[in-house]
């Protein structure tokens, strides 16, 4: 079954960090690339990070751009979210989601459950 | 940056077709992909590259995309259908940013 799982989660203070991980299991993970999106308490969802298969390319969305660091191990099927400077903006349910190129893009075609991350004192 | 547009809130009758649009400038010359999250769960993609369907997902989802709106349809809505739909794109034009519209939600009557 191809799968997604996020752990490292949980409630942080402002300007403390924290290191989400996601394990990837039923398709070859090194072969696709992934990427981080977030969904802050009854909101909608927001892009926050794209990391190719080679770790080659990677992108960040402006608003965490010199704070977040996307990561991955390709021995060991994970991704990883290295978050630093963390502001109580930054407190949302985190998803990992596999990425397929189509035609020139990429669409978000596996997702796994989301870790909830809390910025708060 | 890339703005993507959508209704906050549709509402149609069960077996009737629901429609949610997105809009942006120039849409049509991006690919679309359309993604459904039920309360408490992870999105699922539904349609990718504007119209095409992944596998599982039911032919009463449907899209298009033209000048500066993408349409999702769903035919023969059921109660299931009921849940949050979100437009994406990619933004090469800004630093290479994917870009999420704010949001449908989708009611059943």
């Known amino acids: 079954e191809v799968q997604l799982v996020e752990s490292g989660g949980g409630l942080v203070q402002p300007g403390g960090s924290l290191r989400l991980s996601c394990a990837a299991s039923?398709?070859?993970?090194?072969?696709?690339?992934m990427n981080w999106v977030r969904q802050a308490p009854g909101k909608g969802l927001e892009w926050v990070s794209y990391?190719?298969?080679?770790?080659?390319?990677?992108y960040y969305a402006d608003s965490v751009k010199g704070r977040f660091t996307i990561s991955r191990d390709n021995a060991k099927n994970s991704l990883y979210l290295q978050m630093n400077s963390l502001r109580a903006e930054d407190t949302a349910v985190y998803y990992c989601?596999?990425?397929?190129?189509?035609?020139?893009?990429?669409?978000?075609?596996?997702w796994g459950q989301g870790t909830m991350v809390t910025v708060s004192s | 940056s890339y703005v993507l547009t959508q209704p906050p809130s549709v509402s149609v009758a069960p077996g009737k077709t629901a429609r949610i649009t997105c809009g942006g400038n120039?849409?049509?010359?991006?690919?679309v992909h359309w993604y459904q999250q039920k309360p408490g769960q992870a999105p699922v993609l539904v349609i990718y590259?504007?119209?095409d369907r992944p596998s599982g997902i039911p032919e009463r989802f449907s899209g298009s995309n033209s000048g500066n709106t993408a349409t999702l349809t769903i035919s023969r809505v059921e109660a299931g259908d009921e849940a949050d739909y979100y437009c994406?794109?990619?933004?090469?034009?800004?630093?290479?940013?994917?870009?999420f519209g704010g949001g449908t939600k989708l009611t059943v009557l």
């Open positions: 989601a596999r990425g397929i190129a189509v035609a020139g893009t990429h669409a978000f075609d596996i």
């Open positions: 039923g398709f070859t993970f090194s072969s696709y690339s």
């Open positions: 990391i190719s298969s080679s770790s080659s390319t990677i």
């Open positions: 120039n849409i049509g010359s991006k690919s």
């Open positions: 590259y504007d119209s």
């Open positions: 994406q794109v990619w933004d090469s034009s800004s630093d290479h940013h994917w870009v």
